[in-house]
């Protein structure tokens, strides 16, 4: 006999070499599920492209929520004086006598006092510059910057304010602000976390189409393993592992390229900073600094892609087998 062996007329291959007529998934030492298919880098593909953008709405959250702590601390730490003029009054010296009043309140670091053409020039973001503000009674401004939140006296200071000059000076402590500033963080960061969870949800709904459409093409391999013997928890962790793999590529992927867009969007912020429009944007949105957190965000949103790529996958091969 030659050392080719025949079968039904058919030459078949030496041993060693897989036979070219007979399918992939179907040699031995092959995966049951392919590996590298048009299907499977579409889907790993899809997978990264979540991932980046649930990992742009996570780095943004984090961003946001930690400017707004910042914010937050910064305005809470200044209240304000606002002495309104009066007729008959002289508004220098009430400047004057509130301030005394607020030097002398333990927990105040510093007081800053407003001139006339100070206080009027913040009102030319609304009214424009080049306007005569001489005849209006703008209000004088008396900054205070505090040393110590708990030690100072903010409803004995506002008293005595009251008292000293009645009808002309008030205190804000910012309260409505820090109130306004932190529902707009948290529904931002609340939004981001919703996009979060939608993107995830569309990942899910990727996989079980693309899991579905896996076991009908490989229907056939599916029936040969029942018979001699494989149960459908073998067949199940098979398609797992092959899809767990495809969302660790897309998610290693899509968090690789969100990371690195922060990080590029982070050095042309800091290029932008030393021009006078980058220093009033910085001045109203914060510092463009993502920080240790959101990186990490980042980077566990890319490893829960991949898991939800696995667990659906297993659930829906379940499903589909029984």
């Given at each position: 006999?030659?050392?080719?062996?025949t079968s039904?007329?058919?030459?078949?291959?030496?041993?060693g070499?897989?036979?070219?007529?007979?399918?992939?998934?179907?040699?031995?030492?092959?995966p049951?599920?392919?590996?590298?298919?048009?299907?499977?880098?579409s889907?790993?593909?899809v997978?990264a492209?979540?991932?980046?953008?649930?990992?742009?709405?996570a780095?943004a959250?984090?961003?946001v929520?930690?400017?707004?702590?910042?914010w937050?601390?910064?305005?809470a730490q200044?209240i304000?004086i606002q002495?309104?003029p009066?007729?008959?009054?002289?508004?220098?010296a009430d400047?004057?006598r509130a301030?005394t009043?607020?030097k002398?309140?333990?927990g105040i670091a510093?007081?800053?006092?407003f001139s006339k053409?100070?206080?009027e020039?913040?009102?030319?973001?609304w009214?424009?510059?080049g306007?005569?503000?001489?005849?209006?009674?703008v209000?004088?401004?008396?900054?205070?910057?505090l040393?110590?939140t708990?030690?100072a006296d903010?409803k004995?200071l506002?008293?005595?304010?009251?008292?000293?000059?009645?009808?002309v000076?008030?205190?804000?402590?910012?309260?409505?602000?820090l109130?306004?500033?932190?529902?707009?963080?948290?529904?931002f960061v609340?939004i981001?976390?919703?996009?979060?969870v939608?993107?995830l949800i569309?990942?899910g709904l990727?996989v079980?189409f693309?899991t579905?459409g896996?076991?009908?093409?490989n229907?056939?391999?599916v029936?040969?393993?029942?018979f001699?013997?494989?149960d459908?928890?073998?067949i199940?962790?098979?398609?797992q592992?092959?899809?767990f793999?495809?969302?660790?590529?897309g998610?290693?992927i899509?968090?690789g390229v969100?990371i690195?867009?922060f990080?590029?969007?982070g050095?042309?912020?800091r290029?932008?900073?030393?021009?006078p429009?980058?220093?009033e944007?910085?001045?109203?949105?914060?510092?463009?600094h993502?920080?240790?957190?959101?990186?990490?965000?980042?980077?566990l949103?890319?490893?829960?892609a991949?898991l939800?790529?696995?667990?659906?996958?297993?659930?829906?091969v379940r499903r589909?087998?029984?």
């Amino acid at each position: 006999m030659s050392s080719q062996a025949t079968s039904r007329g058919r030459t078949l291959p030496p041993a060693g070499i897989p036979d070219p007529a007979t399918p992939a998934n179907l040699r031995r030492n092959a995966p049951l599920v392919p590996t590298d298919t048009t299907a499977g880098r579409s889907l790993a593909a899809v997978i990264a492209i979540l991932t980046f953008l649930a990992g742009l709405c996570a780095g943004a959250a984090e961003m946001v929520a930690a400017n707004a702590v910042q914010w937050q601390g910064d305005v809470a730490q200044e209240i304000t004086i606002q002495i309104r003029p009066g007729p008959g009054r002289d508004v220098d010296a009430d400047v004057a006598r509130a301030a005394t009043i607020a030097k002398a309140e333990p927990g105040i670091a510093e007081t800053r006092v407003f001139s006339k053409a100070e206080a009027e020039r913040l009102l030319e973001p609304w009214l424009g510059s080049g306007l005569d503000l001489s005849d209006l009674p703008v209000p004088r401004l008396i900054a205070l910057r505090l040393g110590n939140t708990q030690s100072a006296d903010l409803k004995g200071l506002r008293s005595r304010l009251v008292e000293a000059l009645p009808g002309v000076a008030s205190l804000d402590d910012h309260v409505l602000w820090l109130q306004r500033l932190s529902t707009a963080a948290n529904a931002f960061v609340g939004i981001g976390v919703g996009l979060v969870v939608l993107v995830l949800i569309a990942t899910g709904l990727a996989v079980t189409f693309a899991t579905r459409g896996a076991m009908a093409s490989n229907r056939e391999v599916v029936e040969v393993l029942h018979f001699v013997g494989a149960d459908d928890d073998y067949i199940a962790r098979a398609f797992q592992r092959r899809f767990f793999g495809l969302g660790l590529r897309g998610g290693a992927i899509g968090a690789g390229v969100a990371i690195l867009a922060f990080v590029l969007a982070g050095l042309l912020a800091r290029a932008a900073r030393s021009g006078p429009a980058g220093q009033e944007v910085e001045a109203l949105f914060g510092a463009f600094h993502v920080g240790l957190r959101g990186y990490a965000s980042v980077i566990l949103i890319g490893v829960i892609a991949s898991l939800v790529t696995g667990v659906v996958s297993r659930i829906t091969v379940r499903r589909f087998l029984t």
